[in-house]
């Protein structure tokens, strides 16, 4: 029983962000950089500065910036073929 329990506490774990390969924030820079590096006013360091070492908090928000920045992207029909986060959903 206790071996359950600790697997499924271990499994539940495993499925937060910290289990991730990058973290959202590092997705949102990815794309950022990737899709809008180029785009007046945009520093990708400042950005990358900015979201270094993000706490929960700030990567739930990085995950909802992301989602938020891809629909603006489509809508205004701007298409990003040079990024690996420009495909993540």
């Known amino acids: 029983m206790k071996r359950t329990v600790w697997a499924a506490l271990l499994l539940t774990m495993c499925m937060s962000p ?7 924030c590092d997705r949102y820079i990815d794309y950022m950089c990737d899709c809008h590096g180029a785009d007046e006013g945009f520093d ?6 900015s979201f270094a070492d993000a706490d ?9 910036e992301l989602s938020a920045q891809k629909d603006v992207d489509e809508e205004e029909d701007n298409t990003c073929t040079n990024s690996v986060a420009a495909t993540a959903r």
């Open 18 to 24: 910290a289990c991730e390969d990058e973290n959202p």
């Open 56 to 64: 929960n908090d700030v990567q739930d928000s990085c995950a909802l």
């Open 44 to 49: 990708c360091q400042e950005i990358s500065d």
